[in-house]
């Protein structure tokens, strides 16, 4: 199936087949534990010889075939499916790393990826260097350490708006022996699929654009199965090396491409227990259904809001990629020809406290964490997600202390602009 259809395809068909009998629609598997008819059968999926289920920290079947559509979607060999996107930040990296184990990232990433690398995980050994996107390859390449396991980005940055240029950053990492881990959260693969341009493995909040509705918190971590672990099996031990907690079993010549996944699953998962629920993943492939189609719509109407705020005189700056004049325009043309995404960036003129009254005045448009789903809604980072930054380290970030992050939903586009208006008007 993932080679003979569209995205839009994929995204209503993909990942359950049902077969006679069986229900159309995926099942909710609500079910902890899986029955097998004598001990050897249970004896050999705890042995990773046999593929199946038996409890469902590990795997579900609802899961699976949610985390298969996603895969497919992104053109990858195998997913897994988290509780949060920040848990599928998190196994993404800790997948590869280790205490004494280094890795660069992408200083404009969202917040609480920010902190999660900058200061939770350095607690547990493992340091990371933030570099500026924008920076030359010299400056970049000087990050690179003898102990660096993988560089991190973000299609398009959360809350800046800025356009990461994944071949460029795929390339150096391979230089180094080290794969890139994606963020594709914002764009989706129905906008870029970045295997396409080198990257690794790719990471997704699907709370966002993948649900649509704001119902479920979930993550996902999709692999390439293209990155060659044996050829840095110095670096990648817990990939190359025996796993004397499966019996010396080496993940990456017992599995292959599906390596990497399978020691997400098997060991991440078996110890730290970040599951997305069986009744979320059904709700999550609900979203998936409409994905491409609310996509579409996302970025007409956000196209339409960030033109009409380049032209009002009271806005001081925005950033958006689809405008033709936006820093990251090129890039945009470049890995996001159908659009990016629903999300703009933007300031007002004035003092810092402009972006809150602006707010305050809002009538349809709600102020809440959320962002990415079908309904208008707006947040300013300095005084919410990222007010544990200071400004300077706001500044670092890419997040201008008086941005506005404005997520553009799916409603008439007419009622989005003239609740915008009238906020602005009543300032």
């Not at 890795?103 to 500026?132: A, E, H, P, Q, R």
């Not at 870029?192 to 654009?209: L, M, N, Q």
Request: aromatic share 10%; with cysteine.
């Amino acid at each position: 199936m993932e080679k003979k259809f569209h995205p839009g395809t994929l995204c209503v068909q993909a990942g359950w087949q049902p077969k006679k009998g069986e229900p159309r629609v995926l099942p909710i598997y609500q079910s902890t534990t899986f029955k097998y008819d004598n001990s050897e059968q249970m004896a050999r999926l705890f042995d990773l010889k046999d593929e199946g289920y038996f409890y469902t920290r590990l795997q579900n079947p609802t899961n699976d075939a949610v985390a298969a559509k996603i895969a497919a979607l992104e053109g990858g060999v195998a997913a897994m499916l988290t509780a949060s996107g920040q848990a599928a930040s998190f196994y993404a990296v800790f997948n590869i790393c280790e205490a004494g184990d280094h890795f660069i990232s992408s200083n404009t990433i969202y917040g609480g990826t920010y902190n999660l690398f900058g200061v939770t995980m350095k607690k547990m050994g493992i340091t990371c260097t933030f570099v500026d996107p924008d920076a030359t390859d010299e400056e970049i390449e000087a990050a690179f350490r003898p102990n660096t396991k993988c560089f991190f980005g973000e299609t398009i940055s959360n809350p800046g708006g800025h356009v990461f240029d994944i071949e460029r950053f795929a390339r150096m990492a391979h230089k180094h022996g080290v794969p890139l881990i994606v963020d594709n959260t914002f764009a989706t693969p129905i906008h870029c699929r970045p295997f396409e341009w080198g990257a690794d493995i790719v990471t997704h909040s699907t709370t966002k654009y993948m649900d649509g509705h704001a119902c479920a918190v979930g993550g996902c971590i999709v692999d390439s199965g293209r990155f060659d672990w044996m050829a840095h099996a110095d670096k990648f031990p817990g990939l190359c090396a025996p796993d004397e907690s499966y019996h010396g079993l080496a993940y990456a010549k017992a599995f292959g491409p599906k390596a990497y996944i399978t020691k997400a699953t098997a060991q991440l998962m078996r110890d730290l227990g970040s599951i997305q629920s069986p009744e979320n993943a059904f709700l999550l492939n609900l979203g998936l259904e409409s994905l491409h189609l609310r996509m579409r719509q996302h970025v007409a109407n956000a196209q339409q809001v960030a033109e009409y705020l380049q032209s009002d005189p009271r806005v001081a700056w925005i950033s958006y990629a689809g405008l033709p004049n936006d820093k990251y325009h090129a890039l945009a043309q470049k890995y996001l020809p159908q659009g990016g995404c629903g999300v703009i960036a933007f300031g007002l003129k004035g003092s810092r406290e402009e972006a809150i009254r602006f707010m305050d005045h809002l009538k349809m448009i709600a102020i809440v964490t959320h962002v990415a789903d079908a309904r208008t809604c707006v947040l300013h980072p300095a005084s919410h997600t990222h007010r544990q930054l200071s400004d300077e380290q706001l500044r670092e970030a890419g997040v201008a202390p008086d941005l506005i992050r404005l997520s553009v939903g799916i409603e008439d586009v007419e009622d989005i602009l003239a609740d915008i208006r009238q906020a602005l008007d009543s300032m």
